[in-house]
Structure formats: C-alpha cells, structure tokens
C-alpha cells in the first residue's frame, strides 16, 4: 500500500475543487415552486421579490445606473450582480462570510469620499479576512461571528479586495469611491 502526504499546495487545489464543488451544487436546483400552483414558480428566496428588477426596487436596495469597470476582477466574485449605491451614507457595513459563507455582502458598494466601510463577520465559511488588492488594508483572519474591521476610504477611485484564505473560490469584493 502506497502512502502519499498532502503538501500545501494539494490540499490548496482540493479545497478549492471543493468549495467550487459546493458553492455549484446549488446552482442547478429549483426555488421550491414549479409554478403548479398558479404561480410562476419564484419564491423570492434568492433574494430577489420575484420582480424583473426594472422598477428599481430591489428589497429596498439601491444601484449604480452604471457600472464601474472593475478590470475583470469581480467577474468570478460570488454574490456579485451589480454595485450598491451607498453614496448617501456615513458609514457602510458590509457581511464577511455571506450567502453560503463565502461571499461579501454585497460584493461591490459605491460610497463617498470619507465614508467608513465596516466588514463584519458573519461566523459562517470558516476563517476570513479582508485584504485590499493595492495593499492599503489588512484585516486579521478570523471566524469569530460579530468580529469587526473597518476602514475609511478617503481617495475616490476604485479600490478591490479579498479574503486571502478563499480567493481562489471567488470571496472577491470592491469598493468604488466617488
């Protein structure tokens, strides 16, 4: 019998196999209805209210009307779709650790020059941390629920970020500054 040891880099690859694996896995599944009620089929649980989206009401959540060009970086991001408009706002938190635990929430946020960006930690998907792709900030990684990081974003521009531990599986965000 042949006995074979996992190095870094094996284990890396099969866990990343595994969480893509696994944040899949619900992708080909239903909403719960089949429309055999009457209904359309949609339960809204996806985070959505069943609507197409066009009236702007989005669960109260507001967007860009144009995207920012994030140079591909958001294209594998999970829980991306479009940017938050938060321009209005002081001060923004956003999940670590949301969806399926592997995911900003929400993924790309518009602010203002001067706002804080608050990451909390939702306690699911293990260990994170939230580290900025230009190297302006760094959190600690950890998988404490109610754990805090934050950061004022003082430069307009666009400013991308990831939890270390799970890039590879896509936990990417970014914050566009205007």
């Known amino acids: 019998m042949t006995r074979r040891t996992l190095d870094r880099r ?39 209210d069943g609507g197409d989206g066009s009236d702007g009401d989005s669960g109260g959540q507001e967007f860009l009307s144009e995207e920012p060009d994030y140079g591909g970086f958001l294209d594998d991001a999970n829980n991306y779709e479009q940017t938050a408009d938060m321009t209005d706002s002081d001060s923004v938190t956003v999940e670590v650790g949301a969806g399926d635990g592997l995911a900003f929430g929400p ?5 203002s020059s001067g706002t804080t960006v608050t990451w909390e930690w939702t306690g699911e998907g293990g260990d994170h941390n939230v580290s900025g792709s ?45």
Do not use: W
């Open 10 to 48: 094996s284990f890396v690859r099969t866990t990343a196999a595994l969480g893509v694996t696994t944040a899949l896995a619900g992708c080909g599944g239903s909403s719960g209805g089949d429309g055999s009620d009457g209904s359309d089929g949609s339960s809204g649980g996806d985070g959505s």
């Open 107 to 111: 993924a790309a946020v518009a602010v």
């Open 134 to 178: 230009d190297g302006n900030f760094e959190s600690e990684t950890v998988g404490e629920e109610g754990h805090t990081f934050e950061h004022t974003f003082e430069e307009s521009g666009t400013h991308t970020y990831a939890c270390t531990p799970h890039e590879a599986v896509g936990m990417k965000g970014a914050i566009h500054v205007e």
